[in-house]
């Protein structure tokens, strides 16, 4: 009963410094997003995914990559941090079929923090 | 600009009353509306949905009602319960649907009294 997996839950990073969170879904979802929640920001969409091989941006991409090779995996990309991306990080899938957007699962969260 | 409002940071309610949690939207292409709930340290679940074509949807204790002319939700718990306390986010989707997620609001944390 795996459902969304993140890993890791906690990670403090320099600036500039570069690593991925990764998220895993056992759920043969087609679409994955990752959001991140800011304090008083409520959720804010970084990116998503339709389907293996196809990403595209959300509301607040800059400083992020992801790819899709997988149907289960959803990689998010820091690729120089910065302070300003502290924050929790989740990652969600659902299954998509063009209507109005199915229910969202979420992982349990990465917390992480850039010094 | 915010296009998913609530506007209630924290809101307390006693064990056994009801609680009514309340969202504004701006959007008029939004006409699928979720509500969410979130525990300290995990991720959010999903708790209710309704669509625009209702104007209320019920499961169990929770009571979701939609004002479409006024673009206004609200969430009903009753009666609350100690296991309630927690983040409630509400969000939102446009009718066609698309990939580009929902639309969240800032959330409300409620806290249920004994």
């Known amino acids: 009963n795996a459902g969304v997996t993140q890993t890791p839950k906690f990670q403090v990073l320099k600036t500039g410094q570069s690593m991925t969170l990764q998220c895993a879904q056992d759920?043969?979802?087609?679409?994955m997003s990752w959001y991140r929640q800011d304090p008083g920001m409520g959720l804010r969409l970084i990116h998503y995914?339709?389907?293996?091989?196809?990403?595209d941006q959300g509301e607040v991409p800059n400083g992020y990559n992801v790819s899709r090779s997988t149907t289960e995996d959803f990689p998010l990309r820091l690729l120089s941090a910065a302070p300003s991306q502290t924050s929790v990080y989740f990652c969600?899938?659902?299954?998509?079929?063009?209507?109005?957007?199915?229910?969202?699962?979420f992982g349990s969260g990465t917390q992480l923090s850039v010094l | 600009d915010q296009q998913v409002k609530q506007n209630s940071p924290s809101l307390s309610v006693q064990e056994g009353r009801i609680s009514i949690l309340n969202c504004d939207y701006t959007?008029?292409?939004?006409?699928?509306f979720l509500w969410y709930k979130k525990y300290p340290a995990e991720g959010p679940t999903f708790l209710i949905s309704?669509?625009?074509?209702?104007d209320k949807n019920e499961d169990g204790r929770f009571t979701v009602f939609l004002n479409k002319s006024a673009k206004h939700l609200s969430l009903h718990i009753v009666p609350s319960q100690p296991g309630d306390s927690a983040v409630y986010f509400c969000a939102a989707s446009p009718s066609g649907g698309g990939a580009d997620g929902l639309t969240f609001g800032k959330g409300t944390h409620l806290i249920i009294q004994p």
């Open positions: 309704i669509s625009s074509i209702k």
């Open positions: 995914s339709v389907g293996a091989g196809i990403t």
């Open positions: 759920m043969n979802h087609e679409y």
């Open positions: 969600a899938s659902s299954h998509y079929s063009g209507g109005p957007n199915e229910k969202l699962f």
């Open positions: 959007n008029s292409m939004f006409d699928y």
